[in-house]
């Protein structure tokens, strides 16, 4: 059963902000939110994770609001490069978890 | 930085043919993840071992197999191909005392004719 709920897809203008959204209603207190992503056929791409504040690394921001059901990933300024399938995936970090990978939202981001 | 390794890159088999697909983990990686991504399809895990054993396994057909060795490679064994197992076939690796995060492959294509 899916844990995560992403539109199919959406678009944006290259340079501009990109934001994710992602639901995960029922996850659970020890589950962490995790984004890959797949560009066209290659191997999935660790982006970011978090469990309950607000991540930045330097390729995103991933936003998780305060009673964890949902969150955004937020690419700050969207190249071609960045088009791509993007999974929310929430996940036991440890424990041997592995990624169990939803339809992902498909992201074109225009010239 | 080394990555994960995946060989061969792409394989072509005859139906009820054999194939074997190997995955060389990231240095002092101790487990593997296979998955498998059909045309238009989400990749869908597999198996997974952890320190040479199985710790996982998901929707995996009976015929397939796989191991980990002692070096921590791993091999993906399919057995009597069908059409429906060309596929493209992604090994991850990731060292559990960290945060888990799985590095992935470039993959290997399974074409079955």
């Known amino acids: 059963d899916a844990k995560t709920t992403q539109p199919p897809s959406m678009d944006c203008a290259e340079g501009r902000a990109a934001n994710l959204p992602c639901n995960h209603s029922t996850i659970s207190g020890n589950e962490y939110v995790y984004w890959y992503r797949q560009i066209h056929s290659q191997g999935p791409q660790y982006i970011i994770h978090g469990l309950k504040n607000n991540e930045t690394n330097e390729m995103a921001s991933l936003i998780i609001t305060e009673d964890r059901k949902s969150s955004t990933l937020i690419l700050p300024h969207a190249t071609l490069r960045d088009t791509a399938v993007y999974y929310c995936i929430v996940r036991i970090t440890g424990a041997n978890s592995k990624l169990t990978f939803g339809k992902g939202i498909t992201l074109s981001v225009r010239p | 930085a080394a990555g994960v390794i995946q060989s061969p890159r792409h394989l072509i088999k005859e139906k009820r043919e054999t194939a074997t697909l190997k995955c060389y983990p990231i240095?002092?990686?101790?487990?593997v993840y296979w998955y498998q991504q059909g045309p238009g399809q989400d990749p869908q895990f597999l198996i997974s071992?952890?320190?040479?054993?199985?710790?996982d396994k998901g929707s995996i057909p009976d015929r397939f197999s796989a191991q980990q060795f002692s070096d921590y490679h791993s091999e993906l064994n399919m057995s009597s191909l069908e059409l429906g197992d060309s596929a493209l076939y992604f090994c991850?690796?990731?060292?559990?005392?960290?945060?888990?995060?799985?590095?992935f492959g470039e993959g290997s294509r399974l074409t079955v004719l």
């Open positions: 071992f952890y320190e040479k054993m199985q710790s």
């Open positions: 991850a690796s990731c060292r559990q005392i960290n945060t888990g995060e799985l590095f």
């Open positions: 240095p002092r990686h101790d487990t």
